[in-house]
């Protein structure tokens, strides 16, 4: 059976799901969309137990808790989907999509493979697009230069990307496989895939 995230009567735009390796470069991506389309797409502000890096607010970009309070919340259902990834606990509820989509936005969710699995056990029905870096040296360079991590932390998401870039491989999985390479190349491509959908919010606040 499908679990049931939300009323038929808030249907609005599809959902995004934006997921692929750690350092791939989707929050860079998922930005730049914000920035351009102001007033189309909101951010599903996911919880997690790993502490903010400089510059990141809570209730922004995460809701940062600890694991005994997600772990309750999970406990009560209030989450569409979590997972355990590179030592902390992440996890999309269902409040933050509802958020979004109750201003008749396009919800984009950042989450993690293990995320995209769980979802689609749901009735979210997501456009799905997995951002994948151009290699795994590129994607290094990138996580390390990012200054973000710990030694430790870094090595755990490499090994974590390795997987991912396997498992994102089956067929069927995502709609879209977007390499990110040259950033504004990218960047053109993801608006390309949502542009049917971009187009029906304009419309529809148009009207
Ligand atoms: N096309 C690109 N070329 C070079 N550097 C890039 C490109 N895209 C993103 N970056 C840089 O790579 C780093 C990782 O990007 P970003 O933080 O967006 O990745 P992410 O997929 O959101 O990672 P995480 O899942 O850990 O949040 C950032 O420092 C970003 O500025
Ligand atoms: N399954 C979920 N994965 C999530 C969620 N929010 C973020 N993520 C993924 O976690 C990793 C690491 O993120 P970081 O911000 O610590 O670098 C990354 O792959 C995200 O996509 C979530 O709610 N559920």
Known sequence: MRHCIYEKAMAGPRPVVLSGPSGAG???LLKKLLNEFDGVFGFSVSH???NPRPGEVNGKDYHYVTREVMQASIDNGEFIENAEFSGNMYG???AAVQAVQAKNLICILDIDMQGVKNIKRTDLNPIYISIQPPSMQELEKRLRDRKTESEE???KRLKAAFVDMELSKEDGLFDVVIVNNDLNEAYGNLKDTLLEEIEKVKNTSKA
């Open 26 to 28: 989707k929050s860079t």
């Open 48 to 50: 997690t137990t790993r």
């Open 92 to 94: 999309t509820s269902k």
């Open 153 to 155: 932390s870094l090595q």
